[in-house]
């Protein structure tokens, strides 16, 4: 019955994107909406899109582990890096109507800076989409008790979700975003009060975080501890600046007021409500002990699903299994759409550059398509790592080569297409490098990566230009529907 009323969630969900998929015309449509979201969407599809799979299994499980220490990463720095976006770049990037965040790149440093960041900002999605996917196998295995296998249920997954995405693009999904946050929030919110009465109080649950020092925040005074703790807390806090997700929601904004505050709102509501998830698995070490400690030596990631299954009411099943397919529906669609959209934009046009706006938008709907297969092939691959590693190693990449640029490029007049270019390749090199050497295990890799990224920046800049600056000129968008 259970399983039944999931699959009719797909379907109603399906409908839904579809039905919102008539307002794509073009392009702009299909990308951005046709910047016709207003504040209250804004906030929903950032606070959604941030909200997904890691945060309702993978923080929890990385949280019961190591407390609030471990999940520096997410929730602090994914929800930080909403915050930063709203008040440092989203005016400055809305005003310029762009379609791609590597539309700026072209603009402000020419097309080699835009084909790498490009290459950049498609590559850190694998991880991210993959752990999305990951989790609907988990769900679906859970849910069948074993008769549908983790590759089938992730297969599942992908499809109910490409329904809607190939055809609607942005409009789908920010109505579909808007509706699944509200289930997301209200079911989450029932379960952790039933929860906490379960747990003899919320009280009683707080006390055993304590007891446990699941509260403790910062790391041991000592120089390997802290820059780690450091590197982990900008992964993601600025990993996630230059993604083609956060600037999709940015340039959705039917005004430059909604691009602003929306991402800060969402910002501290996902930083808010993340601790939701992580006051359930503290509740379950009081409710099923034994089982709780057996599963966070097989599987921490199993514990939610398993105390809603096993000790919970089928209505507290249904709330809970609506909420996480929510979180995770929202958080795959956006990442689906976002780097095909930047391959269409960005690098197919470079080899078909008087293709009409009609060609592109189809061009947009079979690049979803062909990602969705590789990411799917990649997931199952990737199978067994967790959830959370997966979203938190994706956003090393566009730290360590697209952070710098963008940066610079909004905030410095001196930097250059020789800096930039500088900025990505030993940005890039030196994160490979410390990946590969013992020198990681001593420094953080992808903070090394930064320090050498912005080093290039500004040497590259001040230096003789050999490489002269490629400003692009602007690049108008389609003529956006009503």
Sequence with gaps: MLLTLVILYLLITIAIGLIAARRVKNTTDFAIAGRHLPLYMIVTT?????????????????????????????????????????????????????????????ERYGRTVEIACSLIIMLSYLGWVS??????????????????????????GVVSILAYTLFGGMWSVAVTDFIQMIILVCGLAVI???????????????????????FKFWPEPNFHDMVFFFAA????????????????????????KSATRGPVIGGVAYLLFAFVPMFLVASALLIMPEQTATLLKEDPQKVLPTLVLEKMPFVMQVLFFGALLSAIKSTASATLLAPSV??????????????????NLMTMRITVLLFSAAV??????????????????????????????????LYWQRASTQGA??????????????????????????????????????????????????????????TASA
């Design 233 to 256: 807390a900008i992964t993601m806090m600025l990993g996630s600046i230059p993604q083609q997700d956060v600037f999709q929601r940015v340039m959705s904004a039917n005004s430059v």
């Design 342 to 359: 930047t391959f269409t934009e960005n690098i197919w046009r470079q080899f078909r550059p008087a293709g009409t706006d009609r060609q």
């Design 131 to 156: 752990a999305q996917v990951t989790a609907l196998g988990l769900v679906f295995n859970l849910l069948s008790a074993g008769a549908v296998s983790i590759p089938v249920g992730m297969a599942i």
């Design 46 to 106: 950032t606070f959604a899109t941030w909200f997904g799979s890691e945060t309702v299994l993978g923080i929890p499980a990385k949280f019961i582990e190591g407390g609030l220490n471990g999940v520096i990463e997410d929730p602090f720095g994914a929800g930080t890096c909403l915050i930063l976006v709203g008040l440092f770049f989203a005016g400055k990037l809305y005003r310029m109507t762009l379609l791609t965040i590597s539309d700026y790149y072209r």
């Design 376 to 409: 799917l092939t990649y997931a199952i691959r990737m199978q067994g790592t967790p959830i959370y590693e997966l979203v938190s190693s994706a956003y090393q990449v566009p730290l360590v080569g697209a952070f710098i640029p963008l940066v610079a490029g």
């Design 421 to 478: 270019v500088a900025a990505v390749v030993l940005g890039i090199g030196v994160w490979v490098l410390f990946l590969n050497m013992p020198w990681g295990a001593a420094f953080p890799a992808q903070l090394a990566g930064v320090f050498a990224s912005l080093s290039g920046m500004v040497a590259g800049s001040l230096a003789p230009q050999w490489v002269p600056n490629q400003r692009t000129p602007h690049r108008p968008l389609a």
């Design 192 to 214: 952790a009060m039933f929860a906490g009465n379960m747990a003899g109080g919320a009280e009683k649950v707080v006390d055993l975080a304590l007891s446990r020092d699941l």
